[in-house]
């Protein structure tokens, strides 16, 4: 079972049209980041999350994967991926490594979502559910705390009936922030 992306579409209101093809039409919906502030500092937001999700588009591993990066905003991001029989281990169940995947591409898009490039420094993970071919994940990352030069994030892997699958903590590195 391969999902494959057929069509991204931006409108006027920066809502994206996100259409995935398996076959048939597998999902259709408006996502992304809907800017909620006003004034400059609204404009500066979405110029931060826009150069976030430009850098993001250029993963080629998230694209091979087959992750959907879902939704960006300052600080937060959430992405899906199904689970295909490529990324199955030896035991026919979810390689550990595409589970860990999926939560680094929200934590990358959470932590660049300020405007700066940030690395990480280190991430710590928990498996707590195995799942199989098939499943629907979904990941999510929340930032804890943010300071001039470093970042905290939670990041949630969850299985479609919201199962949670890993738990995990990042902390980001800043580049260029003084």
Known sequence: MRVILLHIKRTPKDCWRIILLEGKI?????VFYKPTAVGAEGRKIDKNVESCRQRLDKDNFARHLGINLLEI????ARASMRVTSELLNGAALTHGSAVFALA?????????????????????INFLKATSEGSLLTAEAREENLT????LYRLEVREESGDLVALADGIAYRVGNK
């Open 148 to 151: 001039r030069k470093t970042g």
């Open 104 to 124: 680094d591409i929200v934590f990358a898009a959470a932590s660049n979502s300020h405007g700066s490039l940030a690395l990480a420094l280190n991430v710590s």
């Open 73 to 76: 905003k300052p600080g937060y």
């Open 26 to 30: 597998f999902s259709a919906g408006w």
